[in-house]
């Protein structure tokens, strides 16, 4: 029996479908222990009779989807012997798409990235060409892959702009295709594609494998070009009716009055993004600002990257700006810590670079917003994953499908 027949959840009803979801029930358990379950351990866990699971176990150690792991200690009497997954069966594909960047990770069960490509060169488009490129550097990186394709149980995409996740449609990149794109690239790529905003996708990461890992309510902050936020509640990650809930930077909580992209003005992006950095820091220079940022580049090409950078070399003006804006995040923050009450948010994106910098001005920021009680509940991080979180959080996305973390 193929992995895809063993954890598929069809609604069919005969004795070997009924199996299968008996094996399915058996490792989606053993996939969430943090060690490896005896014979009785996992009768309790499941609810199958005793012969029922060893009879399963033995087929799926025949299968190679699961194996023995000693036996377990015991003060009298015989050990019984241990079980685990066979986590070398189990791999999914990572994508992140955007808008400067593409991203595609070959992710172990148990976090372990095996091979990792990135394309800096790549330019979202909303074209059939750039969705080709896109189809043509997945596919790439699967071939120069060790990892067999019957191994890997789907691919997860985060990608930039508004994406219902429930029906894989992108409402602002590939929207010619005749299907919404999710079911486009199953087709394509002949796995199964899971699709959500680049945001959620981080803030997955986060949950699954960084700061947000025991925090029962979170937020999780994507402040790079853009302006986005994940909301975690009672541990489960909120979307909202069609994917769009966390559009942070859409949030009329700022004082400009620059169009934003969505045709409004006010947007609290307009003033805390890599965009906006960009064009405080070219209002600054022509005012008569100095910067390390410049190095010979020509001011149209500077970049938030290099303003970062700049502020982490110590240059005043960078640190000045990046200070600015964090401070007005804090304040626009300190407003949703009096609506939801969390205990964490992490700072994530590019800005996560700036560090002490940024949050401690962030902090001065939602101290002028947020209600006594909520601001001292809550605790302020950056987030520690790297530029890797996009496409780990998107094969975690594959993983969170299948039930198996």
């Known amino acids: 029996m193929n992995l895809r027949t063993v ?3 069809s609604d069919e009803v005969s004795n070997q479908s009924r199996q299968a979801k008996q094996k399915n029930k058996i490792i989606r358990t053993l996939s969430k222990s943090n060690h490896a379950l005896t014979i009785p351990e996992l009768q309790k866990q499941v609810r199958i009779s005793t012969p029922t699971v060893i009879k399963l176990i033995n087929e799926l150690i025949t299968d190679d989807l699961v194996q023995e792991e000693g036996k377990k200690e015991t003060d009298n009497g015989r050990r019984p012997t241990l079980y685990s997954l066979n986590i070398n069966r189990f791999y999914a594909v990572g994508v992140e798409i955007l808008f400067k960047r593409i991203s595609v990770s070959v992710v172990r069960l148990d976090q372990e990235v095996m091979l ?3 394309n800096r060169e790549f330019r979202l488009e909303n074209t059939p060409e750039c969705l080709e490129e896109v189809v043509s550097f997945i596919r790439e990186t699967l071939d120069d892959c060790d990892v067999s394709m019957d ?5 997860g995409i985060g990608l930039t702009g508004r994406v219902n996740s429930l029906t894989g449609e992108s409402y602002n990149f590939f929207t010619f295709t005749e299907k919404p794109v999710g079911q486009y690239l199953t087709e394509r790529l002949d796995k199964q594609v899971f699709v959500d905003n680049d945001t959620h996708v981080m803030g997955l990461a986060e949950q699954v ?3 947000a ?5 979170a937020l999780i902050l994507n402040v790079s070009r853009g302006l986005g936020m994940t909301i975690i509640a009672n541990k489960r990650l909120i979307t909202g009716g069609m994917g769009f809930a966390g559009e ?17 003005r006010g947007c609290l992006g307009m003033e805390v993004s890599g ?7 070219k209002q600054a220079i022509k005012e008569g600002g100095t910067s390390l940022a410049i190095n010979d580049k020509p001011l149209e090409d500077i970049r938030y990257d290099d303003i970062l950078e700049a502020a982490n070399q110590g240059d005043g003006l960078c640190i000045n700006l990046l200070q600015e804006m964090g401070e007005i995040l804090g304040m626009a923050l300190g407003n949703i810590v009096n609506l939801l009450n969390p205990e964490l948010i992490i700072i994530g994106g590019k800005f996560a670079q700036a560090g002490y910098m940024f949050s401690d001005s962030i902090k001065t920021g939602m101290n002028k917003t947020a209600l006594t009680l909520p601001l001292k509940y809550v605790t302020l991080k950056t987030s520690q994953l790297g530029s890797e979180s996009g496409s780990i959080g998107a094969s975690a996305m594959v993983f969170k499908q299948h039930d198996l973390i």
Do not use: P, T, V, W
Request: glycine residues 12%; aromatic residues 6%; contains cysteine.
């Open 116 to 118: 990792e490509r990135q």
């Open 7 to 9: 954890l598929s959840d």
């Open 209 to 211: 494998l960084g700061q």
């Open 151 to 155: 191994n890997i149980l789907g691919i």
């Open 248 to 264: 942070f930077g859409h949030m009329q909580m700022g004082n400009s009055d620059k169009l934003c992209i969505c045709g409004k």
């Open 275 to 281: 965009y906006a950095l960009e064009e405080n820091f």
């Open 213 to 217: 890992k025991e925090a029962r309510n």
